[in-house]
């Protein structure tokens, strides 16, 4: 056959297989995190939500009392987001 050339289809799908099992391996990697990083990871999102909420809460507060509690709070979900990098 005119223009067909085994070798380098075989090339190309060879390269194929390689990229496709580098994707697998990158995957592999992204998902095998340890029960410790997943637990930091999980933690270190529930502060940030934590903050969030108090954030949002601190803008609509105007009891001066109120606003203390929560700036407190604030700083504290800061100091263990601090800690937690």
């Known amino acids: 056959m005119a223009g067909w050339d085994g070798d ?12 496709q099992q580098a994707a697998a391996d990158a995957r592999a990697n992204k998902y095998s995190s340890t029960v410790a990083e997943r637990a930091r990871s999980a933690e270190f999102e529930s502060l940030r939500l934590s903050r969030s909420r108090i954030m949002d809460q601190l803008s609509r507060a105007t009891n001066t009392a109120h606003r203390t509690m929560l700036e407190r709070a ?9 800690e937690a990098n």
Request: glycine residues 4%; hydrophobic residues 45%; without cysteine.
């Open 8 to 19: 380098a289809i075989a090339d190309q799908m060879e390269e194929v297989f390689e990229r």
């Open 74 to 82: 604030l700083q504290s979900i800061n100091d263990q987001m601090g």
